[in-house]
């Protein structure tokens, strides 16, 4: 199976900077879409930003020119660097991967999620 692995939340003074991280781990053949996700306190949860495999980005109106998002291939993971970070950004943020990985000799495809990581934007 594959998991991911998130770190890096925390609180932070409004302006800061907060980079987070998402690791997968498993029997992974490749990982076309990663991206994030928040949920803030009485939301649905909203897409942040994606990446695909090929490094084409997409973000939301509300982080872009603040936030980035980046992936390593080599370690299979896919980051968020947070600037200029404002209190409604505070959520619990999501890593989102579609991964490929081998079972019993097979190819599967699938979305996995991180487990959340909170962020706290508050003075």
């Known amino acids: 199976q594959v998991q991911l692995v998130e770190s890096g939340g925390g609180l932070v003074q409004p302006g800061g900077s907060l980079r987070l991280s998402c690791a997968a781990s498993?029997?992974?053949?490749?990982?076309?879409?990663m991206g994030w996700y928040r949920q803030a306190p009485g939301h649905q949860r909203e897409l942040v930003a994606t990446i695909t495999s090929g490094g084409g980005t997409n973000s939301a109106d509300s982080v872009k020119g603040r936030f980035t998002i980046s992936r390593d291939n080599a370690k299979n993971t896919v980051y968020l660097q947070m600037d200029s970070l404002k209190p409604e950004d505070t959520a619990v943020y999501y890593c989102?991967?579609?991964?490929?990985?081998?079972?019993?000799?097979?190819?599967?495809?699938?979305?996995?999620w991180g487990q959340g990581t909170q962020v706290t934007v508050s003075s």
């Open positions: 498993g029997s992974i053949f490749s990982i076309d879409f």
């Open positions: 989102n991967m579609r991964v490929e990985y081998l079972q019993s000799r097979y190819k599967i495809a699938d979305d996995f």
